[in-house]
């Protein structure tokens, strides 16, 4: 079965960022198969046990489980799209330049501060750990020691200075 895709506007959910870290594929897939192997089964022994039970219309539990059991089949089917269009993070050994998966030790107001470039779905800002897509992160790709890039984050500017690229 296919995700459908609705057409972009405000409230539309964009598309999951593929780039995952091993790690982080490895979670989902964990995921994945708790969802399939314990979940479903027991929200639809679930859903037998209140169909039942008679009268639909008023069987507001059966409603009430028949929709968990909607929102693991979406979870799942998310997952399944999702673990598809994945592309692994493997950091180059090759560090002349930032490339998805470095570290990116920066200094930024005389203050020295280490960046980890990683997919958009496993950010942690307050680790260090942010997107390719970000200001930040955007910003930096591509760049070698020593250059300095000027990125524009609300309404400031500030200059990061590239001190050392790690993979």
């Keep these: 079965m296919q995700i459908p895709i609705r057409k972009p506007g405000q409230y539309t959910n ?5 780039h995952l870290t091993e790690d982080k594929f490895n979670e ?8 399939k192997k314990f ?3 027991r929200a639809a022994d679930e859903v037998d046990r209140l169909s039942k039970l008679g009268d639909f ?8 489980a028949k929709g968990r059991l909607r929102g693991i ?11 598809k269009q994945a592309v ?7 560090t002349g330049t930032v490339q998805l998966g470095h570290a990116v030790i920066v200094e930024v107001n005389g203050a020295r501060k280490t960046y980890r470039i990683l997919g958009s779905e496993e950010i942690n800002p307050s680790r260090g750990i942010i997107s390719h897509q970000s200001p930040i ?3 930096l790709m591509g760049r070698k020691v020593g250059d300095i ?3 524009k984050i609300a309404d400031r500017k500030a200059e990061y200075k590239i001190i050392e690229i790690q993979s």
């Design 14 to 18: 964009s598309k999951p960022d593929p």
């Design 28 to 35: 989902l897939q964990s995921a994945l198969e708790k969802l």
């Design 39 to 41: 979940s479903r089964p």
């Design 57 to 64: 219309s008023e069987n507001a539990d059966y409603s009430i």
């Design 73 to 83: 089949n979406q979870r799942i089917l998310e997952l399944e799209d999702h673990l």
């Design 88 to 94: 692994i993070i493997k950091p180059a050994k090759n």
């Design 137 to 139: 992160g955007a910003g």
């Design 149 to 151: 890039v000027k990125i």
